[in-house]
């Protein structure tokens, strides 16, 4: 079963996409922010994807994935923005940060379950 860790400020973002991911099989790491995530991953947290929030508060989701790809373990682990931003120059700078992908809030189950199957080849 392939783990996904979802990181959103919002506790019904990541109660809403928590349920369509574990609905569709996979297992699901949770964070409250950045920080917390960030915690997790320094402790070895074993996981097959990250989605992330752009606009946190105390780290924002650019910084945040800046951050896991410095940790070798999660180098080269796919990295997907779920974020109410669709500004091109966001979506350059996430890329440049080491993103994978960028799915626009709110996004549908199938966008959501698509997008993922699509970066997790």
């Given at each position: ?25 996979y ?60 500004q091109?120059s966001?979506?350059?700078?996430a ?27």
């Amino acid at each position: 079963m392939k783990t996904i860790f979802l990181v959103d400020d919002s506790a019904t973002i990541l109660l809403s996409i928590s349920g369509i991911l574990t609905k569709a099989g996979y297992a699901i790491e949770k964070a409250p922010s950045a920080l917390d995530a960030i915690k997790k991953f320094q402790a070895g947290v074993k996981v097959d994807l990250l989605i992330t929030d752009l606009n946190m508060p105390g780290m924002n989701g650019i910084d945040f994935i800046k951050e896991v790809r410095k940790l070798p373990a999660y180098r080269f682990m796919p990295i997907l923005f779920l974020t109410t931003e669709s500004q091109q120059s966001k979506k350059a700078e996430a890329k440049a940060a080491g993103a994978s992908g960028w799915i626009v809030k709110p996004a549908s189950a199938d966008e959501l379950l698509n997008t993922i199957k699509l970066v997790m080849r």
